[in-house]
């Protein structure tokens, strides 16, 4: 599969609180980790042996070489990342003592991709795409060549993050042709202006097959026309919930890849969660195998 979405270097700051308005606070502790939502999940689904590319764009600056050797490593193919002038993406991440976090953005290059930039017979012998936000602060290329590459596809996974839950009915175009839809509860009930489970019934409605609901600390509601479950979560230490979602999305579709229930799916992206959440970053606690018995 491939992933289409932000590139952006996390520099992650382990903080005594994460303040409020005229607040202060200390620094205990900075770390770097390669990140973007898509990125993570491709990260974790390369891990767990699925044939993984990548669709992003980074700037000719230390932050877009790291964030490229990194993917390579994890054995993601990086034919699609387009190298530009400018700067790389970036994320400032604060995380507190009991794993809460706060994220401040810098996309650099990573809103411009334009359609005719991505090398589309290399991206189309992929059998799905996985999509999630950009934030939009530097253009909406990005964004307009999503809405467009979905018709290039019949799978399709879409994970809108706040960014793109905050855009309502723009997104509608792209969920039109989405089939595994993986927004946690508060990006569902703004973009529907309902609550998650009457949005997931909308969905449905769209066309989507599966609506996958991450609950954080709850588990997951998963909903398909014919079938409706809640999955608990696995109960761990939390060190730093950054990349849960990415996380919960590359264990779900892992096992949808490999022919598994929702159910199932769902077990299995709590897991890699649970994993995830118990370290520092996005994808250090991303498994290399998940139990044969799921």
Known sequence: MIGFGALNLDK?????????????????????FPGGSAANTIVGLSRLKVRSAYIGKIGDDVEGKILLEDLEKEGVDTKAVIKA???????????????????????????????????LNFVKSHSLIHLTSFI????????????KIVGEFELVSFDPGMPYAERGNEIIPILKKTTIFLPNKIEIEKIFNMDYMSAAEECISLGIEVVAVKLGEKGCWIKSKSKEIFIPP????????????????????????????????????NYVASLCIQQIGARAGLPRSVPIDF
Do not use: M, W
Request: aromatic share 10%; charged share 30%.
């Open 234 to 269: 696995f109960s761990v230490r939390v060190v730093d919930t950054t990349g849960a979602g990415d996380a919960f999305n590359a264990g779900f579709l892992y096992g949808y890849i490999n022919g598994k229930d929702i159910e199932k799916c769902g077990k299995i992206g």
């Open 136 to 147: 939009c602060k530097n253009g909406f290329e990005s964004f307009k060549s999503q809405k």
């Open 85 to 119: 002038d400018g700067r790389s993406g970036t994320a400032i991440i604060f995380v507190d003592d009991l794993g809460n976090r706060a994220i401040l953005v810098d996309p650099g290059v990573n809103d411009t991709i334009r359609y005719e930039e991505i090398d």
């Open 12 to 32: 992650i700051y382990r903080v005594d609180k994460i303040p409020a308005a005229d607040e202060e606070g200390f620094v205990r502790d900075i770390q770097l």
